[in-house]
């Protein structure tokens, strides 16, 4: 009986150490932001990773079972990719789509994701706000059923986009509290983007506790006119 039970105790041991830690990134082009922004297009969405943190990738190909089944009610599209090894760390990672909505109303109601964006036209700026935006009841539900297997809280580790420029015209994005292309952007900052080129942007510590707790967060802006 003892040995049968060792697998479940040493997985539940490396989870413990890890913690259970949620990656997410995106893929944005800036053409569909404006699409969404400006002719309220409906129906966008843009391809995702999302890498949940495990002990060891031996524990990644036993527990994905549960990890699918845990994960693939609150995206789009989910997908199951080879796992992943960065360093000492190890990764279950899945391909997601993201809704990329005109409003935050009511939302939750119009989609199965967790994690939506939001393209709206900047009360602040002629240009487009981009905000993320969190499903706090499926955050919870997520969380229950990984606590009760694992004694460990759910959490959002990592946020992160990448930000491509699929137009003709140079576009400037403006950005504070994040880090952009690796590097810390405290006050607002304005980055240029021509033709092809790409910016990452990951939220803050301080950023994504706010996300964390009030469910939605801006996260750059699109100059269009000043």
């Not at 913690?19 to 699409?35: H, M, P, V």
């Not at 899945?94 to 199965?112: C, E, F, M, Q, R």
Request: hydrophobic share 45%; aromatic share 10%.
């Amino acid at each position: 009986m003892f040995t049968t039970r060792r697998p479940i105790i040493w997985i539940s041991i490396f989870l413990f150490l890890t913690g259970c830690k949620l990656d997410f990134s995106a893929n944005l082009n800036i053409g569909d932001l404006n699409r969404v922004a400006l002719s309220k297009q409906e129906g966008i969405l843009s391809s995702g990773t999302i890498k949940f943190e495990v002990g060891s990738m031996a524990n990644c190909g036993d527990e994905s079972g549960f990890f699918s089944s845990v994960l693939e009610k609150h995206f789009l599209d989910f997908k199951i990719l080879p796992c992943e090894q960065i360093g000492l760390e190890s990764y279950f990672v899945a391909g997601i789509k993201i809704p990329v909505l005109h409003s935050h109303i009511d939302w939750p109601a119009k989609t199965n994701s967790l994690i939506a964006l939001q393209s709206s036209p900047s009360r602040k700026i002629g240009g487009v706000d981009v905000e993320l935006l969190l499903n706090q009841a499926r955050f919870r539900k997520i969380n229950k059923e990984v606590e009760a297997k694992y004694f460990q809280k759910f959490e959002l580790s990592r946020i992160g986009i990448v930000l491509k420029n699929d137009q003709v015209a140079y576009q400037d994005v403006l950005a504070s509290d994040v880090f952009v292309d690796g590097l810390p952007v405290v006050e607002l900052k304005a980055f240029g983007l021509s033709q092809g080129k790409s910016l990452l942007l990951e939220l803050s510590d301080v950023k994504q506790e706010f996300f964390s707790l009030y469910n939605r967060v801006t996260m750059f802006s699109l100059v269009l006119s000043i």
